[in-house]
């Protein structure tokens, strides 16, 4: 924490199962239960088709690549990503999802190595491996020291935000939602007696409310509030009205960040009553590499989010964003180009939000960096 502000690291989806947990020291079993690919390994070779040979049995820092240098530089106050991946040894898959990703427990370094605080569960990849794999990864994260939101083993432990002590009288809360519309099934619901995720089951006023009476009741002076929220299609740039009234009414009520993912690619940002929303942060780190479908959406761009708010009012401050490319199962920085590319795509659907984003030098590393500039108070009426 310095002066008056808390800094945040933020990012979109991690899925460190599949080929991503195939060169880590300890991978999984290899079987997978989808309809195209039955070998985990598969995915490493497709990559290796696009970009050439990937190591096998790498350090858990190796998947981070340049990221950590970024944030062993920046040094965020808290540090808070979607993991999309259960941290599981059974083989118990659920037989409804044609898609499940799991990494094996002693895989959880990579994430203790980049130092992350909370991870954010309310998606739709935490039961993959079913009730048993849900327990699993949420007690090898505990037992990490990594905290967790948006899961539990009943209903109330599900909707127990994340509490991180940033100083004394100033703490970070998360809240992880689950929204039916980015493919989170109602089964999966946490219930009185049975473990699941905290699910959204619309984006109407009535849930925005039930989510805000939670944040009321255990909110205090200092907090800074984020709603994690893993919504709607992978692909695509459209912002449905329903979104954008949906965060609007948490930040009337008491949330400063809405934190978005889903969507294999970044979205539009707004700022509205000077308080951040991310309506997408896409993919961080997937095995997505060789899969070719798409392409004009560049999902193998990704985006780290820098943002510094206001320690007493959650009031965004400063908004800095690294972009990022995926090699060999790797975040590296982006080229120059490929950073213009991504600054001139989401400066362009941002404007809907009058939101103004500027392409930077980072003279640290001379790479390229995107930074929000907008006068604060900017609102838009539906």
């Known amino acids: 924490m310095s002066g008056d502000g808390i800094t945040l690291f933020l990012c979109g989806d991690v899925m460190t199962g599949r080929g991503i947990d195939q060169i880590l020291a300890h991978p999984s079993a290899v079987g997978l239960h989808e309809p195209w690919i039955c070998d985990a390994r598969d995915y490493v070779e497709l990559a290796e088709r696009i970009n050439g040979p990937i190591p096998r049995r790498v350090e858990p820092a190796y998947i981070w690549g340049d990221a950590l240098r970024k944030l062993d530089r920046l040094r965020p106050d808290v540090r808070i990503v979607n ?116 699910y959204l089951p619309d984006l109407s006023n009535g849930a925005a409310d039930r989510v805000l009476e939670r944040v009321s009741v255990g909110r205090r002076p200092g907090d800074i509030v984020i709603a994690s929220i893993h919504w709607g299609s992978n692909w695509g740039y459209d912002i449905p009205e329903s979104y954008v009234r949906f965060a609007h009414r948490l930040l009337d009520g008491g949330v400063a960040l809405v934190h978005g993912h889903s969507s294999h690619h970044p979205r539009p940002i707004e700022v509205y009553n000077g308080e951040l929303i991310l309506y997408g942060c896409g993919d961080f780190l997937t095995d997505y590499e060789g899969i070719r479908r798409h392409r004009k959406y560049r999902s193998d761009l990704a985006m780290m989010y820098f943002a510094t708010v206001d ?28 950073a213009k590319w991504l600054h001139d795509t989401i400066a362009r659907q941002s404007q809907r939000f009058g939101t103004s984003i500027q392409l930077l030098t980072d003279d640290t590393t001379s790479t390229m960096e995107l930074a929000l500039r907008q006068k604060r108070g900017h609102r838009r009426d539906l």
């Open 83 to 198: 993991l999309e991946t259960t941290l599981t040894t059974s083989d118990a898959h659920s037989p409804r999802k044609a898609i499940h990703y799991r990494m094996h427990p002693a895989g959880v370094d990579c994430l203790t190595v980049a130092g992350i605080d909370v991870c954010a569960l309310a998606n739709n990849h935490l039961l993959d491996y079913n009730h048993a794999g849900l327990t699993e990864t949420l007690d090898t994260l505990h037992h990490a020291g990594i905290k967790t939101a948006g899961a539990g083993l009943d209903r109330m432990e599900a909707e127990r935000p994340a509490v991180v002590h940033v100083s004394r009288d100033h703490r970070v809360i998360v809240y992880s939602l689950g929204c039916e519309n980015s493919g989170v099934p109602e089964l999966w619901s946490a219930l009185s007696d049975r473990s699941g995720v905290d």
């Open 311 to 338: 320690a007493d009012t959650g009031e965004l401050m400063d908004l800095r964003m690294t972009p990022m490319r995926i090699r060999r199962f790797q975040a590296t920085f982006a080229s120059c180009d490929e």
